[in-house]
C-alpha cells in the first residue's frame, strides 16, 4: 500500500503537516511558559485598579491621588507607585513593608511581552503604567505569580492542542487524502492504460487534478492516438506490402512452374513466361530498394552529398526522363522556371528523386489530356518548387495522411503494374527533411492538386 503515489504523497502532507503542528505548538508552548494565563489575569487586574485610581484622579473635587492610590491598594491588594515627571517617588504604598521599587529602565511597548521590573532585592514585579494629566507618572504592580512548567502544560497547553490542534490535524489529513488523490488518480490512470497496451480497445485518459498533471495527460493521450495511428499504418503496411508481394510472386511462380512442368513448351510462351518473371521480379526489387531507402533515411545513415545544384536543369531532366510515359498516357508537362533562378546547396541525385516521385504520383492520378506543371522561384531565404497537376485532387482527409509511410489515399486502386505501396511520398518528405526544407500539398476534388516543396538557399545541416 505504502508503495503507491497516492499513499507516498498522502504520507508526504501528513509529514508536512505535523510538522508545521508541532512548530506551532512549540512556539505556543513557550509563549505560555514566558506569558501564561496567570500572568495575563494579573495584568488585567493592574490595569483595572490603574484605571480606577485614574478615573478618580480627574474627577473634579475629588480625593487626592494618594487617597485614591491608598484606597486602591487596599481593596485590592496591590502596589500603588506615584512618580514625578524625571522618575522621582512621590508615593509606595507599600513602602512600609517591602524593598523599594525603582521606576523601569524602559517602559515596554509591545504588549505581547509581560512587563517586569525588579526591586533592589531582584525580587519581579508585574507592573501596569501610566501617565497621569499633570505629568506625573501612576504606576500599579504586583508580585510575579510562582508558576511551574507542569501547570502550564496541563492547565493551558494540552487543553488547546487537545481541542483545537487535534481537529486542525484531522481536518488536514483529511483534505491531504483529497489532494493527494486529486494528484494522485490521474497518474494511475496513465499506468493503468500503459499497462494494457497495446490494445485497441484503449481510451484517452480523462483529464484531471493539477495543470502540471493535466497536460501530461494530455501529451499522453496525444501519444496513445499517435502510436494508434503508428499500429494502424504499420498494420496496413504489411497488408499492402503482403499484396504487392503476392501478386509477382504469384505470377514467378506460376511462370516458372510453367518452364518446369513443360507447358510452356513453344519458344514464343517460354520468351513470355520470361519477361514475365523478370518484370515481376524488377518490381519486387524496387519496392525493397524504396523500403531500404526510407529506412535509411529515417536512420540519418543515407548517403546525401551535398553541392551546387541547378533546379532547373534538374527538373528538365525530370520531364525528359517521363516523355515516353506521358505520350502514352495522353498527358503533357510544362517546365516554367526563370532562367536567371539561384543555385541551392543540395544533393542532385536525391533532389531528382524528390522531383521524380512527385511527378510519378501526379502521372498515375492525372487523366488523358490533363497537364502536369513544374514551376519554380524564389520567396525571401526560400526556393520553392511546385509539380501541380489537373488530375481527380486529393481529399482532406488524405492530405493530413498523404506523406504518411505506406499510405495510399485511395486503397480501392492499390496493386498493380502502376502503382506502388504508397512510399514515393513518404521518400520525398525524408530527403526534403533531410536538406532543412519542408514539403506540403493543396488539393482539391476535382481540380488537381499541388504539391510545393521549400528549400533554403543557405547550406542546409547535413545528416551525419
Do not use: C
Not at 126 to 131: A, D, Q
Not at 231 to 238: I, N
Not at 415 to 442: F, K, N, P, W
Amino acid at each position: 500500500m505504502l508503495s503507491s503515489l497516492r499513499s507516498r504523497l498522502w504520507l508526504s502532507y501528513a509529514f508536512i503537516i505535523v510538522t508545521a503542528l508541532s512548530l506551532v505548538a512549540m512556539i505556543l508552548f513557550v509563549y505560555l511558559i514566558r506569558n501564561p494565563i496567570l500572568y495575563r489575569q494579573t495584568l488585567e487586574r493592574l490595569r483595572a485598579v490603574q484605571a480606577v485610581v485614574m478615573e478618580r484622579e480627574n474627577v473634579p473635587q475629588s480625593q487626592p491621588v494618594s487617597v485614591s492610590a491608598e484606597k486602591a491598594s487596599r481593596t485590592f491588594k496591590v502596589r500603588v507607585l506615584l512618580f514625578s515627571q524625571d522618575k522621582q517617588l512621590i508615593l509606595d504604598t507599600y513602602a512600609d513593608r517591602e524593598v523599594p521599587l525603582p521606576f523601569p529602565k524602559q517602559r515596554t511597548l509591545n504588549r505581547r511581552t509581560t512587563p517586569l521590573a525588579r526591586d533592589e532585592n531582584g525580587a519581579n514585579w508585574l507592573y501596569s503604567i501610566e501617565e497621569l494629566s499633570d505629568g506625573s507618572i501612576l504606576m500599579v504592580a504586583s508580585p510575579r505569580p510562582r508558576i511551574s512548567i507542569l501547570n502550564v502544560f496541563n492547565d493551558e497547553f494540552l487543553p488547546i492542542i487537545l481541542q483545537g490542534g487535534l481537529i486542525a490535524l484531522l481536518l488536514s489529513l483529511v483534505v491531504a487524502f483529497f489532494f493527494a488523490r486529486w494528484i494522485a488518480d490521474p497518474l494511475q490512470k496513465i499506468v493503468a492504460v500503459t499497462r494494457a497496451f497495446p490494445s485497441d480497445e484503449i481510451k484517452a485518459v480523462e483529464t484531471g487534478g493539477p495543470h502540471e498533471v493535466q497536460e501530461l495527460t494530455r501529451a499522453f493521450n496525444a501519444m496513445i492516438t499517435r502510436m494508434h495511428a503508428s499500429q494502424k499504418s504499420q498494420r496496413e503496411f504489411v497488408a499492402n506490402v503482403s499484396h504487392e508481394l503476392k501478386t509477382p510472386l504469384t505470377s514467378i511462380q506460376g511462370f516458372a512452374q510453367a518452364i518446369l512442368d513443360g507447358t510452356a513448351d513453344t519458344s514464343e510462351s517460354r520468351e513470355q513466361a520470361a519477361q514475365v518473371i523478370y518484370t515481376e521480379s524488377a518490381r519486387m526489387h524496387r519496392m525493397v530498394l524504396d523500403l531500404l531507402d526510407l529506412a535509411r533515411l529515417d536512420a540519418g545513415t543515407a548517403d546525401i552529398t551535398m553541392s551546387r545544384v541547378n533546379m532547373l536543369a534538374v527538373l528538365n531532366a525530370v520531364a525528359e526522363k517521363f516523355t515516353p510515359q506521358l505520350q502514352r498516357a495522353g498527358v503533357n508537362i510544362e517546365v516554367n522556371v526563370s532562367a536567371n533562378l539561384p543555385p541551392i546547396t543540395a544533393d542532385g541525385d536525391r533532389m531528382a528523386q524528390v522531383f521524380t516521385n512527385l511527378v510519378d504520383n501526379a502521372l498515375k492520378f492525372t487523366p488523358r489530356g490533363g497537364l502536369i506543371s513544374l514551376w519554380a522561384a524564389v520567396e525571401k531565404n526560400t526556393m520553392r518548387i511546385s509539380v501541380t497537376d489537373t488530375g481527380a485532387g486529393i481529399s482532406e482527409q488524405a492530405q493530413a495522411h498523404i506523406f504518411g509511410r505506406f499510405y495510399q489515399a485511395d486503397p480501392a486502386r492499390r496493386g498493380g503494374e502502376q502503382h506502388g505501396a504508397g512510399l514515393g511520398l513518404a521518400i520525398a518528405h525524408e530527403i526534403v527533411m533531410a536538406h532543412g526544407g519542408r514539403i506540403s500539398v493543396h488539393s482539391r476534388q476535382g481540380e488537381g492538386s499541388s504539391f510545393d516543396v521549400f528549400l533554403p538557399l543557405m547550406k542546409a545541416r547535413l545528416p551525419k
